[in-house]
């Protein structure tokens, strides 16, 4: 899946817009306005707005995928080393790219669900669970990790947390008083704070008692 760079300028316009006016509320002409570019030369590349979101959920499900595939992948990594690195790389990829994450949120809560972004959603969640199973399998396996894990609630656990985080940023700074803090120092602080504690969470969820390592 290649996309060229004209084509990359105009799902990242289209990224933004969905995320802040929703799927419904952006036109394909609001895009091409964005873009600088003639509505024709979307019709050409995309064919339609759900083609072009299509290509959106594509482009980031493959960047998605490639970075866990990469985690369950490396060697001479423990299970939990492996979960460490996993919660440090959703961390980043959902801080990184909020615009992806507010369409999915807005898409989901919505009362009005566009089929083809629910069934793209579905998929990208189903592919995100099949990583982490494999890894808590691979802990298990070696007797690192607890039987008893519900991969549906870790799943809701780890991008829950992270983005509740990301929708309540105004009211973490006012509770911790951090209003003065400059924006990227923030955005480190509090990536930094998330690790931290997701780390420490996951670690007395999913590793025996007798067995735990750092």
Do not use: C, W
């Not at 760079?5 to 969905?18: G, N, P």
């Not at 069934?119 to 399998?137: C, G």
């Not at 120092?185 to 930094?192: A, D, R, T, V």
């Not at 007395?204 to 008692?209: F, K």
């Amino acid at each position: 899946m290649d996309y060229n760079a004209k084509q990359l300028q105009i799902i990242d316009v289209a990224e933004r817009l969905f995320a802040r006016k929703g799927f419904a509320g952006t036109s394909v002409r609001d895009i091409a306005q964005e873009a600088d570019v003639n509505v024709s030369m979307i019709s050409y590349y995309f064919g339609s707005k759900e083609k072009l979101i299509e290509a959106l959920f594509k482009l980031r499900t493959v960047e998605s995928r490639s970075r866990l595939e990469n985690i369950l992948a490396a060697e001479d990594v423990t299970p939990i080393q492996k979960i460490n690195i996993l919660i440090d790389s959703v961390i980043e990829r959902l801080m990184g790219n909020q615009s992806f994450h507010n369409i999915m949120m807005r898409e989901q809560l919505s009362t009005e669900r566009t089929p083809v972004i629910a069934e793209h959603i579905m998929n990208l969640k189903f592919r995100n669970m099949e990583i982490m199973q494999k890894i808590i399998s691979e802990g298990q396996a070696s007797g690192d990790f607890r039987s008893n894990i519900d991969m549906s609630l870790m799943t809701t656990t780890l991008y829950g947390t992270i983005i509740q985080a990301i929708a309540t940023q105004r009211f973490y700074k006012k509770l911790h008083k951090l209003e003065d803090m400059d924006e990227a120092e923030f955005q480190k602080y509090l990536k930094n704070q998330l690790s931290q504690h997701l780390k420490s969470l996951f670690k007395l969820t999913v590793t025996n008692e007798h067995h735990i390592q750092n």
